[in-house]
């Protein structure tokens, strides 16, 4: 069987990351989302890949090539103009040969292998198969219902707020008559899961474990978390340098060439990414994942953050569940607020539309190559859009 | 109780038996084998562990042969290990059987053996059955005589297949007090404890009764009697069930597939033939003094029970607990109404027997077709919800509670204590209750996962209800210990301040079962409960219905079902409370479908 992974779609309301970046390519936990997804596609034994791309293309492209270092074979077909789900689908039709194949939204990650679920239920059921899930809140998602069968018997996407149901997790067993149903529903993707539903063809596989749809900044932390849980052991290259006293506790992930000095504490789960530097008595505290070639200064604490590589965090700064993008300079004494003095909701402006977060703890989203000058205190929930310089913060 | 199978075909039958035991695992899973016959000589493959487990390491599913037999145990004589797990074969390796129940005179047996030089691998009373077959085949040189003259010395209750190399084309099968079903294919002959067994391949079963001995044959079998050899003629079971309903499809439990398959079972309730039901109201009516009876979740399904036969019909029948039911006298004349999803419950068996020898009349809400309980009782109710394979029952239990409120509504209406016209409403509500389920399931399921997912540390809990709602509470309270093996502690809201109160603090957490406002009186003396638990800084999680204010202000989170009949309402949220404890178990990272040291049905007293 072939997968389509859909890659191409750029969604502003994961600013300030998304403009230098597609979604797949975001790192989560030191790897690219994208890069989870194939690695869980060659384990259930899919090895041809179709790729749709458009935004940021190239980095994919740079990073995963032909696959042959991951074990697949990818075909990259280009979305040129975004129109949706269904307009990237129809573009594979002359790569799946009419044979039922596998469609996986690109920015979806889980932390075990659905892929081997999925493929089950479709060997049992011999029909069209959706993944489903549960999430927090199902109001993003289309609603599905389910009769006793499993088989989804209805499809409601905009669902009113005393719903919780399971939702489409983004990966499908689909046959070849989708390209058929497209034509005639003008590439509309929902009008034809609900005709599908209509015949009587798919059929519900439910995932339990951890999922999650990348959508707003602050689910990166949340993908972070999730996928840093299921560490058990902790990984220390061996050209790592632990100087002096360093304190080890758990799942502590540490890449090659890095250097932690005399101090430093690592509680794990935690990750540090090849080519970093860790100054004296600095706290790295679990969920924090520090991408490759960054520096963290002399005495700072991280907490529950995502540094996507390239930073460099100034001397004597707390980052708590925050997110840094890649390049972002900040000079000494930064310090990331992350939680109002009464714990009260957080909410978040993204694109000047205010958001509830529904947090109460989360600290700065700052986007690529933003410097920001020594002494700065950003507010919770703040957002720092990409490329932003900020004038060091001087009294006299 | 353990799992039998056996399969008598032409073809290799290697992957299909295992597939059959596999059916069956939910009848017992601390060990397992296979035996099948493979050019003359007999290959057996056993284990401890669970089927798949099992498989791994002896690799059952490649298994050669067109003749095997197969078993899935739960042990009750001799612990688990590899020499005690089935199949048993003898020391000259020409005989190998399979065996559910307990041979009761198995210890004289062995010390005779034993005084005759045999020298026994296992601790099992099975093994002892084995050697006599040995024994009397080397006096009678004939298979079925031999077989006869072993089963002449054993005593207590047994099914047995027996395959041997000196009768390649046969099984030898017997039945007495556990379960043993024919299943009858084209070119192909199946055995095995429950239907689950040959499902997948046959719809055609028989059922076997006690002492009875079956000659099978891929072609033919011959049914006859232990005791004197007369053949016996059997009607042949068409099964409805869908083969499907039997599989997990896309779920990752059963307990989850069960719950959802409840706006069917419900459906198949309402489906049987209301003579059955008024069959059932005209013998309470009949009797001088009826009970209802049950044991574990059928316990709290009769307690419910009570409180529909008061409200709808004014009648009081005590429900009484299977293995306590001796505090009663039974006089001729008294009725006895049992409830029971595998039929083959020891306790409520045995309480049928002493009941039924005291002369009353008796009476059964059964699933499995062809179980004990359903044979012996007087007039039986076969539910019909299906094969239910989680250990914990959701949707048997549902189901029987439903024929239970179609019983007392029609009680009600017999006894003239409900109108014709609120008959017709409450049918109306009864018959509109799948689609609610179907809703609720679907719409409340991110919610009840989302308060389970933050409340499953909890190691205390009280579960809470007034009138219908406090055996409600006390049933979910016994899905929530057996599955997530918290503590969850069922009470009626009212007893609270008469004791248990003194336990609240802020870790304890109480999970409430809210009638509806317009239950006015029961409304009130719940939200009194909440309220004492509330000011003392108690945890309150209500299940409870959309609308009501009051109850909301209450509560630290709530599952909030839309308004329904009151009628409905306590079944809505033992719905609620099943899927509750599965969340919850499922966070916790529990063995869901097969918790520790349960089985699904208890034949042991």
């Known amino acids: 069987m072939k997968a389509v992974i859909l890659a191409a779609n750029r969604s502003t309301r994961l600013s300030p990351f998304i403009e230098t970046r597609c979604k797949p390519m975001i790192r989560i936990a030191g790897q690219y989302i994208l890069e989870n997804t194939i690695l869980f596609l060659k384990e259930a034994g899919i090895h041809e890949i179709v790729l749709v791309v458009n935004h940021q293309q190239d980095l994919i492209r740079r990073y995963f090539g032909s696959g042959k270092i991951f074990g697949v074979n990818l075909q990259y077909v280009v979305q040129d103009e975004l129109q949706g789900i269904g307009h990237a689908l129809s573009l594979c039709q002359t790569s799946l040969e009419k044979k039922p194949f596998l469609l996986v939204y690109g920015d979806v990650l889980t932390d075990n292998n659905p892929f081997l679920s999925i493929l089950q239920t479709y060997s049992e059921m011999d029909r069209e198969v959706a993944l489903i899930a549960l999430p927090e809140s199902s109001k993003e998602f289309g609603n599905v219902y389910l009769d006793h069968e499993m088989k989804i018997s209805r499809l409601v996407e905009k669902p009113q707020a005393n719903q919780a149901n399971y939702v489409f997790a983004g990966m499908f067993v689909l046959f070849p008559k989708i390209f058929d149903l497209l034509e005639k529903n003008q590439n509309d993707i929902s009008r034809c899961y609900e005709q599908m539903i209509e015949a009587g063809g798919l059929q519900a596989c439910l995932w339990e474990k951890g999922w999650i749809d990348m959508i707003h900044p602050w689910h990166i932390l949340e993908a972070n978390r999730m996928l840093m849980s299921s560490w058990k052991t902790a990984e220390i290259d061996a050209s790592a340098k632990l100087l002096g006293h360093v304190h080890l506790e758990g799942a502590v992930r540490i890449g090659s060439n890095v250097t932690v000095e005399s101090g430093t504490v690592l509680k794990g789960p935690c990750y540090i990414g090849s080519d970093s530097y860790v100054g004296n008595n600095s706290l790295i505290r679990n969920y924090s994942a520090i991408g490759p070639g960054s520096i963290v200064g002399y005495g700072s604490e991280l907490k529950n953050c995502v540094l996507f590589g390239n930073n460099d965090v100034g001397r004597l700064s707390f980052v708590g569940d925050s997110v840094m993008g890649e390049n972002v300079k900040s000079g000494s004494g930064l310090t990331t607020v992350n939680h109002t003095v009464d714990y009260s909701l957080i909410s978040c402006k993204s694109n000047s539309e205010l958001i509830e977060t529904g947090l109460t703890k989360l600290g700065a989203f700052i986007g690529d190559s933003v410097s920001i000058g020594a002494r700065h205190t950003l507010g919770p929930g703040t957002i720092v859009e990409s490329g932003k310089i900020i004038a060091d913060c001087i009294t006299l | ?605």
């Open chain 2, 1 to 605: 109780m353990c799992g039998i199978s056996g399969i008598v075909h032409s073809e290799n039958i290697g992957r299909n038996l295992f597939n059959s035991i596999r059916n069956l695992e939910y009848r017992g899973y601390d060990s397992c084998g296979m035996a099948m016959l493979q050019q003359g000589e007999l290959d057996l493959r056993k284990n401890v562990g669970g089927i798949d487990e099992v498989n791994a390491i002896e690799k059952l599913d490649q298994m050669q042969g067109s003749i095997g037999i197969a078993h899935t145990r739960w042990a009750t004589h001799g612990g688990v290990t590899q020499e005690n797990a089935h199949p048993h074969l003898s020391p000259d390796r020409k005989f190998v059987i399979v065996h559910n129940g307990i041979i009761s005179n198995y210890q004289e047996l062995r010390e005779r053996l034993l005084s005759q030089g045999v020298v026994f691998e296992s601790l099992t009373d099975t093994e002892v059955f084995v050697n006599l077959l040995e024994e009397s085949y080397s006096k009678y040189n004939d298979l079925e005589k031999a077989f006869l003259a072993a089963l002449g010395e054993i005593k207590g209750s047994f099914s047995i297949v027996m395959l041997s190399s000196h009768d390649p084309d046969h099984l030898y099968c017997v039945k007495k007090e556990s379960p043993l079903l024919l299943g009858l294919g084209e070119g192909c002959n199946y055995v095995g404890s429950d239907l689950n067994a040959f499902l997948e391949y046959t719809r055609k079963a028989i059922v076997l009764d006690d002492g009875e001995y079956v000659v099978l044959g891929r072609n033919e079998y011959q049914i006859r009697k232990v005791e004197n050899g007369e053949l016996v003629e059997k009607k042949v079971l068409h099964i409805d069930w869908d083969v499907e309903t039997s599989k997990k499809g896309g779920y990752s439990h059963y307990m989850l597939k069960e719950i959802f398959d409840e706006p069917q079972t419900v459906r198949q309730a309402l489906k049987i033939p209301r003579e059955q039901i008024s069959g059932f109201a005209e013998m309470l009516t009949d009797a001088t003094h009826a009970y209802l009876m049950g044991v574990g979740t059928t316990y709290y399904v009769a307690n419910i029970s009570q409180y529909f036969f008061s409200t709808l019909a004014n009648q009081y029948y005590p429900a009484l607990s299977s293995d306590e039911f001796s505090v009663v006298r039974i006089e001729s004349g008294d009725m006895v109404l049992a409830l029971s999803q595998s039929g083959e419950t020891y306790d409520t068996k045995t309480s049928l027997e002493y009941a039924k020898t005291h002369g009353a009349k008796t009476a059964a809400v059964v699933n499995v077709m062809g179980s004990a309980i359903s044979m012996m009782v007087d007039q039986v109710i076969m539910q019909g919800s299906g094969p239910e394979i989680c250990v914990v029952s959701t949707k048997a239990a549902l189901a029987q509670t439903f024929i239970m409120l179609r019983v007392a509504l029609e009680l009600g209406l017999m006894r003239k204590q409900i109108t014709q016209k609120d008959y017709q409403t409450h049918q109306q509500d009864l018959e509109s209750f799948p689609q609610m389920v179907e809703q609720i399931l679907n719409e409340q399921s991110g919610f009840v996962r989302n308060i389970a997912r933050a409340t499953s540390h909890v190691e205390h809990w009280l579960f809470l209800g007034c009138g219908v709602y406090y055996p409600v509470a006390m049933e979910s309270a016994l899905k929530m210990k057996e599955i997530t093996y918290q503590h969850a502690e069922g009470m009626p809201a009212g007893f609270l301040k008469h004791g248990t109160l003194s336990m609240v603090e802020p870790a304890l957490h109480t999970l409430f079962f809210v009638p509806l406002p317009e239950q006015k009186v029961l409304h009130d003396r719940t939200l009194n409960a909440m309220e004492q638990v509330k000011t003392r800084g108690g945890t309150v999680i209500a299940i409870m219905f959309q609308g009501d204010e009051r109850t909301l202000a209450v509560t630290n989170q709530a599952i909030q079902l839309p308004q329904m009949s009151s009628l409905c309402a306590p079944l809505a949220q033992m719905i609620m409370a099943q899927m509750f404890a599965y969340y919850a178990a499922l966070d916790l990272g529990r063995n869901i479908d097969k918790p520790r040291n349960l089985a699904k049905s208890v034949t042991v007293g």
